[in-house]
């Protein structure tokens, strides 16, 4: 191969995201990838190491692959995992990586953070730009894990000027691979929502989103950008054009009846998300397009078509 080919590590490779990530990019860059779960089938271009960032071992990746590009998507984003287990992957991985990075001369890194380190306040205002202050830990806990690594990555950011960082805020994610709390949301067949609220949700498709990371490590991006798709509708209308029935309950009452499915492992969503289909978390992505020229190819549409039941 090449000496003039960029070396690139993904992490969190054998997930919908990653792979998506590894197709778009694997003719310009020599990839690998690490995650928990192998990818079977994966092409034979692409080497796949099964492990755990936590690992000691993990740092042997870099001593052996000498990336100088990393895309870092290895996140537990679901709620099934332990909450301290989930807590150490997401931020005590995260840290691991940033000091592998430091160490093994990289040269380029993004990370894929979240819109919903926002939160879903009612002082909200729509269409937030990277300046607005990450809240979600106010009312939504459970994933403060997500603040706590964007908050990171952005110390870093500033810490090690000579490496790239690009931290990414896409909206909520949908598509035929990627697996995303919103997902299994809109893919019930009745959707509880909050009586008397119809908040604007965006979204973003998988493989716009991979477009998006592609172009991002490609320019050798620098700074925090949020990241958005086609636009915004009610929350309804997402509800109905995927196949579902929103179900208006009062408030006092889902989020009595979500606590305890969610305790009894029935559903799949903590009481604090209710708060993101009560009050909007709209984001601007006018920093992103400006600086990539990137714009979504898929259509509201096409996105709900790929999750419709």
């Not at 692959?65 to 984003?77: C, D, G, N, Q, S």
């Not at 964007?150 to 931290?167: G, H, N, Q, V």
């Not at 989103?209 to 950008?225: N, P, S, T, V, W």
Request: proline share 6%; glycine share 8%.
């Amino acid at each position: 191969m090449s000496a003039a080919v960029e070396r690139l590590l993904i992490t969190g490779i054998s997930g919908g995201q990653g792979r998506l990530v590894a197709k778009r990019l694997a003719d310009q860059f020599a990839v690998s990838g690490v995650d928990r779960a192998p990818w079977e089938g994966h092409p034979d271009s692409i080497t796949v190491h099964t492990m755990d960032l936590r690992k000691k071992k993990f740092e042997d990746i870099f001593r052996r692959e000498h990336p100088t590009a990393v895309v870092h998507l290895a996140f537990v984003r679901h709620f099934r995992a332990d909450p301290m287990v989930r807590h150490e992957i997401n931020v005590a991985g995260t840290k691991r990586l940033l000091e592998c990075c430091a160490t093994y001369g990289v040269k380029k890194l993004v990370v894929l953070s979240s819109s919903y380190v926002y939160g879903a306040l009612p002082e909200s205002p729509y269409y937030m730009d990277e300046d607005t202050a990450l809240n979600v830990s106010r009312h939504y806990p459970d994933i403060r894990d997500l603040a706590e690594v964007d908050t990171l990555c952005s110390t870093f950011l500033w810490k090690y000027p000579e490496i790239a960082t690009a931290i990414l805020r896409p909206v909520p994610t949908l598509g035929y691979y990627v697996h995303s709390a919103i997902g299994g949301y809109l893919k019930l067949r009745y959707v509880p929502t909050i009586m008397g609220f119809n908040p604007m949700v965006q979204f973003i498709h998988e493989e716009d989103l991979a477009e998006a990371i592609g172009r991002a490590i490609e320019l050798g991006l620098r700074g925090i950008f949020n990241v958005t798709g086609p636009g915004a509708v009610p929350l309804k209308v997402a509800i109905r054009e995927t196949g579902g029935t929103a179900v208006p309950l009062p408030e006092s009452v889902a989020r009595t009846t979500i606590d305890g499915l969610f305790r009894l492992g029935l559903y799949h969503l903590p009481p604090g998300a209710l708060d993101f289909v009560k009050y909007p978390c709209t984001i601007d992505g006018r920093r992103f397009r400006e600086a990539t020229q990137f714009q979504p190819l898929f259509t509201l549409e096409e996105i709900f078509s790929s999750v419709r039941h």
